[in-house]
Nanobody
């Protein structure tokens, strides 16, 4: 059974940092493209950072240079390092696994992802 469990969210002041983790079970993250998404209150879910099977990464323009996505195959865990956080980074953050086995290019579109975690809340105060 596929399961994704996020952790590491919390409340920080602007300029602070957080590291989100996503522990996967039921499959190996190296076999699928993986992504981090977020959903601010009252808004649509959006792609934040994604990583392909061979480690190529893509980022939303709003987080480039501040966020870094990575994965640890030995721990079967996906990470999102978030630095220089801003109030508009406030959202529920989700990790997800692409629906395409052996995907070649990670997509930023939530609709391309099949398995989702329950989310972890990130709140950034001014």
């Amino acid at each position: 059974q596929v399961r994704l469990v996020e952790s590491g969210g919390g409340s920080v002041q602007a300029g602070g940092a957080l590291r989100l983790s996503c522990a996967a079970s039921g499959f190996t993250i190296s076999s699928r493209c993986m992504g981090w998404f977020r959903q601010p209150p009252g808004k649509e879910r959006e792609g934040v950072a994604v990583i392909s099977r061979d480690g190529n990464t893509r980022y939303a323009e709003s987080v480039k240079g501040r966020f870094t996505v990575s994965k640890d195959r030995t721990k079967n865990t996906l990470y999102l390092q978030m630095n220089s956080l801003k109030p508009n980074d406030t959202a529920m953050y989700y990790c997800a696994a692409d629906r395409h086995i052996f995907c070649t290019r990670a997509s930023m579109a939530p609709g391309e992802y099949k398995d989702w975690g329950q989310g972890t809340q990130v709140t950034v105060s001014p």
